[in-house]
């Protein structure tokens, strides 16, 4: 399958309704503090708290006949990947780093993976979960790597251009790349002058080093607060996509993201994990770049612990 405005609408029709049309709306109160317009597309309110159920949900439908699944996760696309194989009686296997959020892990249990811990990071879990694949003969997901998983990421674009006002600007995180080129590819199609500036964590840089350079980048290491984006080894067809549908990327540093977080939390009213707060981070560093300009951007994950909200909020 190819990624493509009209796969997008087709997911739109066969996801889950309870992962789409999400809230999306601005906040004066925000709005004044930055001096620009943001609509904030809130992506939390759902049984696993994130947007990752968009694209599992259409990815499982769409191969259902499968036995099972193994793919590797930091913890959002495991849940959304368990949520959907659950609902499709597929068993699946999870990988995850050994330093991985346990709220996420737990979560991924509860609703019925088989998990298994390995690595010291993400990439080194999605390493021994291709082995484990190769092994077993089961077919591995890769988040950003089927277009059927950006195609369901898609409809958050599709639904955005349903706003009273087209964007001028996206403000996209970016981990695996699935969710930028899902939004991308349709924003882009509906309304071409829109600009779509990913955004990564600067101890994460790969992603926007390897989009740059035109070429994959990896990097020794990942060290952000941001474990849903800490990528440093990118996915090749994620970024032969972004070559086409991103305009620009920038970093936002972990102090960055902790402040857009309390910002969010004090004046919406919403716990958003590091990794889904780096738009506002962004719009809230470079703000003087959108002065006067309509900007969306995506809320798309809220799994803290209870110490991270009470160290971090």
Same mark, same amino acid.
């Given at each position: ?13 066969? !996801? ?49 006949d499968a036995v099972s699944f193994v793919c590797a996760s930091a913890g959002n696309f495991g849940q959304g990947m368990a949520y959907a194989c659950q609902k499709q009686a597929i068993p699946l296997t999870v990988f995850a780093a050994e330093t991985a959020n346990p709220l996420k892990l737990e979560r991924m249990k509860q609703l019925g993976a088989d998990i298994r811990l390995a690595g010291t990071d993400f990439d080194a879990a999605k390493d021994a979960a ?18 059927? !998983? ?52 600067? /101890?994460?840089?790969?992603?926007? =080093? ?46 960055? !993201? ?10 919406? /009213? !919403? ?5 889904? %707060? ?7 560093? %470079? ?11 995506? =809320? ?14």
């Open positions: 399958m190819e990624l493509s405005p009209q796969i997008i609408e087709q997911a739109a029709k066969s !996801i889950d309704p309870i992962f789409l049309n999400t809230p999306q709306f601005e906040l004066d109160a925000l709005n004044d503090l930055l001096g620009l317009r943001l609509v904030l597309k809130v992506e939390t309110l759902n049984p696993i708290r994130c947007f990752k159920g968009r694209g599992t949900d259409y990815f499982v439908k769409q191969n259902a291709k082995a484990y694949a190769l092994a077993n003969a089961q077919p591995f997901v890769e988040d950003g790597q089927a277009a059927e !998983i950006a195609a369901g990421a898609g409809t958050i674009g599709l639904e955005l251009g349903k706003y009273p006002a087209p964007m001028d600007t996206l403000l996209v995180p970016v981990g695996n790349g699935a969710l930028i080129n899902g939004i991308a590819t349709w924003y882009k199609h509906s309304h071409p002058g829109t600009t779509v500036i990913g955004v990564v964590a600067a /101890g994460a840089p790969a992603m926007d =080093l390897s989009w740059r350079q035109g070429q994959r980048v990896t990097t020794e290491r990942a060290e952000t607060i941001a474990d849903g984006i800490a990528v440093r080894n990118p996915v090749p067809e994620a970024l032969l996509s972004m070559a086409a549908t991103v305009d620009d990327i920038v970093q936002v540093s972990d102090d960055a !993201i902790l402040n857009a977080m309390r910002v969010i939390h004090g004046l919406v /009213g !919403i716990v958003v994990e590091p990794a889904g %707060a780096v738009g506002v981070a962004a719009a809230m560093t %470079a703000k003087d770049r959108f002065v006067g300009r309509l900007v969306a951007t995506p =809320l798309c994950g809220s799994n803290l612990t209870e110490t991270q909200v009470a160290q971090w909020l």
